[in-house]
């Protein structure tokens, strides 16, 4: 247990909930699957943070979500993603401000169905 002093800014590092093992199965393999509402019961509510948690969470939430959907769904209706020649199989992640970030990137060719 911890004395915070009123007006402490407080921030959590994402990545030590994102990427710990306690949280999530593998958690440095990109795995989307895990998402699927069949498997849910596995995901603790409070791991999955990209837009924050509780009564302040970020107010565009569910905006950014439908957006990023719409523009997904967009895409896949006229192309296929395929991991580029230069897209390492296990990505390494480095520390960037508060974020994390593949190493070396991330290549993905878009190739028009």
Do not use: H
């Amino acid at each position: 247990m911890y004395d915070i002093p009123k007006g402490t800014a407080i921030i959590v590092f994402q990545g030590s909930i994102m990427n710990n093992q306690k949280y999530w199965t593998n958690p440095n393999q990109f795995d989307p699957d895990r998402f699927y509402k069949e498997r849910a019961q596995e995901i603790n509510p409070s791991s999955w943070q990209a837009f924050g948690d509780g009564p302040r969470k970020c107010i565009g939430l569910r905006f950014a979500q439908l957006e990023a959907k719409l523009c997904l769904a967009k895409l896949l209706l006229n192309y296929r993603l395929v991991a580029g020649p230069s897209t390492q199989s296990d990505l390494s992640l480095e520390v960037k401000a508060l974020t994390l970030n593949p190493e070396k990137g991330v290549f993905v060719k878009a190739v028009k169905i």
